[in-house]
């Protein structure tokens, strides 16, 4: 079956394959999100900010590298 659907992609293999990476990705973010948010009412926010924001920058240099 996965030859059937690859023969189908033509020229667009690399977006198709880009396609679910990203989406993962994106769960990966809007999972991440509600820690951040508990963390910032737990925590306070100066604290929860600098936990926090290291986790987030990695995430987010690691989708600008994908891209």
């Known amino acids: ?3 059937k659907l690859l023969a ?3 020229e667009y293999k690399k977006q198709s394959l880009q396609t679910p990476l990203f989406t993962m ?3 990966l973010m809007d999972v991440i999100m509600p820690l951040i948010m508990a963390g910032l009412i737990d925590h306070g926010i ?3 900010i600098r936990i926090r ?5 990695d995430c987010c240099f690691c989708a600008r590298c994908l891209h």
């Open 46 to 48: 100066e604290k929860a």
């Open 53 to 57: 924001s290291c986790v987030m920058a």
């Open 25 to 27: 990705g994106e769960v």
């Open 8 to 10: 189908n992609v033509g």
């Open 1 to 3: 079956m996965l030859k």
